[in-house]
């Protein structure tokens, strides 16, 4: 739900029988489509393309599909611990 032009946009993370969650993509759509409203009010090609253009630009920041690494794993830290043991 987006109120007064994007002032406060709610995202429903529960599903309908509130036993479990929405699916993390869905939410994002959802969020992606009320942001967009804030833009183009109507459903017409301009909304559409600009809908678009979020969607593209949230899946490129999104962290989930990133490869990174975790914090203390011994690809990061093993020179460093080394030099700090004096070895």
Do not use: C, P
Not at 2 to 27: A, P, Q, V, W
Not at 42 to 64: I, P, V
Request: hydrophobic residues 35%; aromatic residues 10%; glycine residues 8%.
């Amino acid at each position: 739900l987006n109120k007064n032009k994007g002032e406060e946009i709610l995202l429903r993370l529960r599903t309908d029988d509130m036993l479990g969650f929405r699916k993390y993509l869905s939410i994002k759509e959802v969020l992606w489509h009320e942001l967009a409203h804030n833009r183009f009010s109507e459903h017409d090609d301009d909304f559409k393309a600009f809908n678009s253009q979020l969607k593209r630009e949230g899946n490129r920041m999104d962290w989930t599909q990133s490869a990174g690494h975790a914090l203390g794993s011994e690809d990061v830290f093993a020179g460093e611990s080394k030099a700090i043991a004096g070895t």
